[in-house]
């Protein structure tokens, strides 16, 4: 593939719905003929303003490799995106990202995202459960799955005896458990929400963000959050 080549299926990838064939089409190629010369602009999109641009970098990156198969600067990826992750707040920039920290490029796709405690009980939440089911059967991912699928993956997982549900039972307008004026932004509304359920339900924020707005939040604390990956 020649530079002109490159350039043209890298414009290709901003081109009409970002879930288009069209665009997708252009992904799936730069990411099967892999080599320093789309990786290097891959990863400068990754820190561009344009959530797109972040994006495809990210989605780009998952997958990049040789035509033989082999999976290319899956180190320098894995970092880029990992320091992504704490400061994006973009759903669609971080379906990327989270599809490179689950795929076979990832070093660390077989180690857990906590390490295990012999007292430590689950939670989850709507919000959670609705999140995890349309990042998980978006058509893109390298494992295809339908949202019947994952959902009957998550009910399975969800009926284990740690488990148990948070109920959506606060709300932002109880001035009790919310500090509004400390949120810091639009940004951090759902944030500060789940760690409000946290600290309600007496449990933990499992979390790859560093900068979640724990002052929002009345009677939070540090022993609410656990930062994924920093255990």
Same mark, same amino acid.
């Given at each position: 593939?020649?530079?002109?080549?490159?350039?043209?299926?890298?414009?290709?990838?901003?081109?009409?719905?970002?879930?288009?064939?069209?665009?997708?089409?252009?992904?799936?190629?730069?990411?099967?003929?892999?080599?320093?010369?789309?990786?290097?602009?891959?990863?400068?999109?990754?820190?561009?303003?344009?959530?797109?641009?972040?994006?495809?970098?990210?989605?780009?990156?998952?997958?990049?490799?040789?035509?033989?198969?082999?999976?290319?600067?899956?180190?320098?990826?894995?970092?880029?995106?990992?320091?992504?992750? /704490?400061?994006?707040?973009?759903?669609?920039?971080?379906?990327?990202?989270?599809?490179?920290?689950?795929?076979?490029?990832?070093?660390?796709?077989?180690? /857990?995202?906590?390490? /295990?405690?012999?007292?430590?009980?689950?939670?989850?939440?709507?919000?959670?459960?609705?999140?995890?089911?349309?990042?998980?059967?978006?058509?893109?991912?390298?494992?295809?799955?339908?949202?019947?699928?994952?959902?009957?993956?998550?009910?399975?997982?969800?009926?284990?005896?740690?488990?148990?549900?948070?109920?959506?039972?606060?709300?932002?307008?109880?001035?009790?458990?919310?500090?509004?004026?400390?949120? #810091?932004?639009?940004?951090?509304?759902?944030?500060?929400?789940?760690?409000?359920?946290?600290?309600?339900?007496? #449990?933990?924020?499992?979390?790859?963000?560093?900068?979640?707005?724990?002052?929002?939040?009345? #009677?939070?604390?540090?022993?609410?959050?656990?930062?994924? #990956?920093?255990?």
């Amino acid at each position: 593939m020649d530079t002109e080549e490159v350039s043209s299926l890298f414009v290709q990838t901003l081109t009409g719905d970002p879930e288009s064939e069209e665009a997708w089409s252009a992904i799936r190629a730069l990411r099967l003929d892999g080599n320093r010369e789309i990786f290097e602009p891959a990863a400068a999109w990754c820190v561009s303003e344009e959530p797109l641009k972040r994006a495809r970098g990210a989605s780009i990156l998952c997958q990049l490799r040789r035509t033989s198969g082999e999976f290319l600067y899956c180190d320098e990826s894995y970092a880029l995106i990992s320091n992504m992750l /704490p400061n994006e707040h973009d759903p669609y920039v971080l379906d990327a990202c989270i599809a490179l920290r689950s795929s076979s490029c990832s070093p660390r796709r077989r180690a /857990p995202l906590v390490r /295990p405690e012999s007292a430590v009980r689950l939670g989850h939440r709507p919000i959670t459960v609705n999140g995890c089911i349309r990042v998980l059967s978006n058509p893109y991912l390298t494992v295809k799955a339908t949202p019947l699928e994952v959902a009957g993956r998550l009910r399975s997982l969800c009926s284990a005896a740690d488990h148990h549900f948070w109920a959506a039972s606060i709300a932002l307008t109880d001035d009790a458990l919310f500090r509004l004026s400390l949120i #810091g932004g639009h940004q951090k509304i759902t944030d500060a929400y789940l760690l409000a359920l946290a600290v309600r339900n007496h #449990g933990r924020l499992a979390t790859f963000d560093q900068n979640i707005p724990m002052k929002a939040v009345q #009677g939070a604390g540090p022993g609410n959050i656990t930062l994924i #990956g920093r255990i």
